[in-house]
T-cell receptor, first 111, second 116 residues
């Protein structure tokens, strides 16, 4: 079945440094890879996504990379700010149905 | 506010009681999803609807759980004879299916259930 492994589970960085979160997946049919940010007491919110026909995507300080051969994808946040502190989830989907989430990475940006 | 809404936001109940949660999706969205999230974990898929049809159910959805979307708009999730293991955040999400292309699911704030 579908499985998404995510690491690290916790990550502390100094403000202004970069943060990298890595995920692997097992389902070859996966073609959509969203990243969600969840703040305390709130539902997850999409921050960026990538489809299987693209290797990299960037949106301001956030970038994602995808290696379909190795079934790896990563989130890169540059110039981190205290408001980036949250739990980040990688996820995968094989279509327009359910999304399978990783376990989450708790990111702390230290001012 | 035109986002996904859920009611109630918090529910405390005693073991053995029945509870029902409601989700109102974004109005033009025809797909609606239910997830469960326990502390320190990612959301886990429970079930989803396209319009009023329930198209997939997870193995996590035991026979004590039932979900409906009678008119293809709002949805309800009922848990009968609650157990302490049902304590979790129940998240609802919605999106619009277009030509089989995967897209963003918009999540509500969740209903936090505590079973005593």
């Amino acid at each position: 079945g579908e499985n998404v492994e995510q690491h690290p589970s916790t990550l502390s960085v100094q403000e202004g440094d970069s943060a990298v979160i890595k995920c692997t997946y097992s389902d070859s049919a996966s073609n959509y890879f969203p990243w969600y940010k969840q703040e305390l007491g709130k539902g997850p919110q999409l921050i960026i996504d990538i489809r299987s026909n693209v290797g990299e995507k960037k949106d301001q300080r956030i970038a994602v990379t995808l290696n379909k051969t190795a079934k790896h994808f990563s989130l890169h946040i540059t110039e981190t700010q205290p408001e980036d502190s949250a739990v980040y989830f990688c996820a995968e989907s094989g279509g327009y149905q359910k999304v399978t989430f990783g376990i989450g990475t708790k990111l702390q940006v230290i001012p | 506010d035109t986002g996904v809404s859920q009611d109630p936001r918090h529910k405390i109940t005693k073991r053995g009681q029945n509870v029902t949660f409601r989700c109102d999706p974004i109005s033009e969205h025809n797909r609606l999803y239910w997830y469960r999230q326990t502390l320190g974990q990612g959301p886990e898929f429970l079930t989803y609807f396209q319009n009023e049809a329930q198209l997939e159910k997870s193995r996590l959805l035991s026979d004590r759980f039932s979900a409906e979307r009678p008119k293809g708009s709002f949805s309800t999730l009922e848990i009968q004879r609650t157990e302490q293991g049902d304590s979790a955040m129940y998240l609802c999400a919605s999106n619009r299916e277009t030509s089989g292309i995967s897209g963003e699911q918009f999540f509500g704030p969740g209903t936090r259930l505590t079973v005593l």
